[in-house]
């Protein structure tokens, strides 16, 4: 098949190396203009723009695809496929009607859970004992369409952000290859989502990666894991910004105000609601590398109990 593939992070770009690596043909690349970042706001390349110009595949990059030369451009590739995985724009009708098995979402939820653009996050915020990758086919709706195969992957307690990603990754790894094959065949059928069944992640604010010491460690916990390395789940002491970057529940403790911080042989203790408490660690103050709990106390000790 011919395919046109869009997306930007490197979840997307995982699935373009397999599609590379198949027998089908991609006539372009298809990802999010550039953007300046870091302090220096040196423009930076998408992740998928990065392999697509190393394996020399031509590359668009749209502001949005409801421009009169992206549609023409598609419409003379005449793709039989357009592939999308996390590629952060919405598909107009125009586009979705022009190659000729239409055009597929690679989703990284079990649909119809977790509709929307922060499926992952919101699995690990949620608690969910399991997640997978959905194919779809692609509606005008928000992640509506109908689904032709489901790939799950249990999730265990430790499981943050990378992760999962890497999980469901490699779901795809095994399977992504294969559906394209009878996607090219016309041997299978997607069937219709339960919209009743629906639950929705819309994107990640910056608000969300406060930590709220008021939380029980659980839920606290799923907010590390959530956040991991992408975002950085923080808590202020002072008027200074600490991100957590793994923690885990710490077991017997006794009930003390929620936020306040402790140190025993075990490490770095902060506690929570009714008592429960997590144990630092990674830890990371603002500007700083990363460090063990043990040492963000040993170095930060005359804040901590400034702020007690």
Request: proline content about 5%; charged content about 30%.
């Amino acid at each position: 098949m011919k395919i046109v593939f869009a997306g930007t992070p490197d979840f997307a770009t995982e699935h373009l190396k397999m599609v590379i690596g198949s027998h089908h043909e991609i006539s372009c690349v298809l990802t999010q203009p550039d953007r300046k970042s870091g302090r220096g706001k040196k423009v930076k390349f998408s992740p998928v723009k990065e392999l697509a110009l190393h394996k020399n595949i031509p590359v668009f990059q749209p502001a949005n695809l409801r421009e009169e030369d992206t549609l023409n451009m598609l419409k003379k590739l005449e793709p039989d496929l357009v592939l999308v995985v996390a590629y952060g724009l919405l598909i107009p009708k125009k586009i979705l009607d022009i190659p000729k098995h239409g055009c597929i979402n690679v989703h990284a939820s079990i649909l119809p859970k977790w509709r929307g653009a922060s499926p992952m996050e919101y699995c690990l915020l949620n608690g969910d004992k399991k997640s997978g990758v959905s194919y779809m086919q692609m509606s005008e709706g928000l992640d509506e369409g109908p689904v032709f195969q489901i790939h799950e992957c249990g999730i265990e307690i430790q499981d943050n952000l990378r992760i999962l990603e890497e999980k469901l990754i490699g779901l795809s790894e095994k399977n992504l290859c294969e559906f394209l094959n009878l996607i090219e065949s016309e041997s299978i059928e997607a069937k219709n989502q339960n919209d009743n069944e629906a639950s929705f992640a819309p994107k990640i604010t910056k608000e969300m990666l406060q930590i709220d010491w008021a939380e029980d460690a659980k839920k606290i916990i799923s907010k590390i894991n959530a956040f991991y390395s992408k975002y950085g789940a923080y808590f202020l002491l002072g008027d200074k910004r600490i991100k957590i970057h793994k923690a885990r529940e710490y077991k017997h403790v006794p009930n003390l105000k929620p936020g306040h911080i402790e140190s025993n042989d075990d490490g770095m203790i902060i506690f929570c609601k009714s008592g429960s408490a997590i144990l630092i660690e990674d830890i990371q103050m603002e500007g700083k590398n990363i460090v063990s709990g043990q040492e963000f106390i040993s170095a930060y000790r005359d804040i901590i109990e400034d702020n007690k």
